[in-house]
Structures are given as C-alpha cells and as structure tokens.
C-alpha cells in the first residue's frame, strides 16, 4: 500500500501556479497511489458546491480521473473549505471524511485531523468555528445567493488576516495538551494533521509522533506512507 497525504495548498484564482502543481502532481507522484488524503484546505475558500469558479474546475476533474483509475481518495474538511459537500464528493469520487478519523498504517492505528481543533490557545478562533460549522449558520450561509456569500467569504478572509496578524505563533500552533488528549483518546501512537503550515515530524512521549504536514506556497509538501513507514517529503512547484 502507498498511501499520500496533502493539506493546506490554498487553491485560488490568484495562484493557477499551485493548481498547475497539484494538476503535475495528481498526474504523476499520486498517479500510482493506493489511497490519497487531502487533509483539509485544499482551497482558499468554498461558499459551496453550487458555485466551482471555471479555473477550478480542471481540479475537480483531475481528482475524477484519479479516482476512476481507482485511487481512493478522502477528504477532510480545513477551517477554509468547511462547506465542501456531497456534491462535491460526486463530481470528484472523493469520500467526505469526519473532522477527526482513525485510519490504520504500517506503522498503527493514526489518527487525522485538519488540525485547527487542536489550536485551543486560540480561543477566539475556537468560538468561530464552532459558529461556522454549525449547521444552522451554514445552511443560513447556503440559503444566501452567490454573490453574497462571496463578499461574506471575502469578510471571513479579511477578519483572519487581521486576527491573525495580532496574535503571537505560540497562541496559533496547536496545544501540546490538546494533542495528547486526542491521540489517547483515540488510542493512536500517531498523529497526522496540517493547518499550522510548521510542517515537522515531532516526537513525543512514550514514542508517540505528530507529523505536520507543509502548506504548498514557495514548494509543495506530501507525506507518503508505506510499509516501510512514513516520509514527509519536501519538493519544488513547477
Ligand atoms: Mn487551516
């Protein structure tokens, strides 16, 4: 089994570089791949499935054609793509994946996660998500036309831009605390998540390890994971 994962790439009309990217990559390292996660935002911002902006669309159908060459792919939503959906999930043969999932490697049970939920310093941040992934305020958000919920996508960008800006790195990376609980919980010896854009692999106590993996900007970032193990691995964007 060769199994990849990818998070944070952050696909926009601003960077068809990264979609050139991730169109090379789905073609060649994934091409051959047994399973592929895409741990959470793949894209700067999703107001819902009724609306694929046209340069995303070769996206859509690449993951397609890669899931008809019969790679199972999953997909977990980021605190940007939250609204992707099932028809989303139809157009691309991906399976929507819970927030947070024991998969089984080589190497034990793992447990996924976007990583943002681990992030529980940031409790401003805390008490917006919990907002935006209410059913209630997204199906408010859905019932809006689309231009509205581009300008409100285009507030929610700004005010995490700004928030963003204002807090210190230790309060946006995750809580050791909150990674510990979540992997006990989960009786896993390994973590898998990205979010952070610190991509690492951290040892822990008791020979438990957090991989983080890369946000694809200035290079891309993928994890492969195999029999012999996991490698995080670092390359250039075309
Ligand atoms: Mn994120």
New binding site residues.
């Given amino acids: 089994m060769r199994i990849l994962f990818i ?2 790439l ?1 696909l926009h009309s601003g960077r068809s570089d990264l979609t050139r990217a991730l169109l090379h990559f789905l073609a060649t390292t994934a091409k051959d791949c047994d399973q592929l996660y895409i741990l ?2 793949l894209f700067e911002a999703w107001i819902g499935d009724d609306f694929i902006p046209d340069d995303l669309q070769p996206v859509i159908d690449a993951l397609k054609t890669l899931s008809n060459n019969g790679c199972q792919i999953f997909f977990q939503h ?3 793509d939250f609204l992707i959906g099932e028809r989303f999930a139809q157009l691309t043969g991906v399976q929507l994946l819970q927030d947070s999932v024991v998969i089984s490697l080589a190497s034990g049970p793992t447990l996924l996660m ?3 939920q681990l992030c529980t310093d940031d409790v401003e941040y805390q008490a917006l998500r919990q907002q935006l992934r209410s059913p209630e305020w997204q199906n408010a958000l859905l019932a809006q036309s689309i231009p509205e919920r581009l300008e409100m996508a285009k507030q929610l960008r700004m005010a995490s831009k700004t928030h963003t800006a204002n807090k210190s790195a230790e309060i946006m990376d995750v809580n050791p605390h909150a990674v510990e609980q979540a992997m006990s919980e989960a009786n896993c010896q390994l973590l898998i998540h ?4 610190r991509p690492a692999v951290h040892q822990l106590n008791d020979g438990k390890q957090r991989i983080v993996l890369g ?1 694809w900007d200035k290079s891309g970032w993928y994890l492969e994971a195999s029999e012999q193990g996991e490698q995080l691995i670092k390359f250039d964007l075309q």
């Fill in positions: 998070s944070d952050h959470g935002d980021g605190n940007r976007h990583g943002d990205g979010h952070t854009h946000d």
